[in-house]
Nanobody, 123 residues
Framework: QVQLVESGGGLVQPGGSLRLSCAASGSIVSIRRMGWYRQTPGNERELAAGITSGGITNYSNSVKGRFTISLDNAKNTVWLQMNSLKPEDTAVYYC?????????????????WGQGTQVTVSS
């Protein structure tokens, strides 16, 4: 079984910063890609930032220049540094990962989600 455990959400004033972390655990053979998605009530989950195991990153236009995603392959952990936060960044942030895991002697690829962490930007 693979688990993604997120931490770091909370309440911050506009212009402030937060750092989210997500640690993957379980019978992991390799992580191909990790990302952060966010969702507000009544809307679909959208990608905020993603990173491959090789370090290639991509960002939504709404967070580009303010958020930075980073990955430690050895620790199976991804971080999202969020600076210059705006009220419109308020959302539940979900960690997502494409992982190859070992199951009954076989390597199986799967996509996994964390439980979500609330980020609220408000004065």
């Amino acid at each position: 079984q693979v688990q993604l455990v997120e931490s770091g959400g909370g309440l911050v004033q506009p212009g402030g910063s937060l750092r989210l972390s997500c640690a993957a655990s379980g019978s992991i053979v390799s992580i191909r890609r990790m990302g952060w998605y966010r969702q507000t009530p009544g809307n679909e989950r959208e990608l905020a930032a993603g990173i491959t195991s090789g370090g290639i990153t991509n960002y939504s236009n709404s967070v580009k220049g303010r958020f930075t995603i980073s990955l430690d392959n050895a620790k199976n952990t991804v971080w999202l540094q969020m600076n210059s936060l705006k009220p419109e960044d308020t959302a539940v942030y979900y960690c997502n990962a494409d992982i190859q895991k070992l199951t009954l002697g076989r390597v199986i690829s799967g996509n996994y989600w964390g439980q979500g962490t609330q980020v609220t930007v408000s004065s």
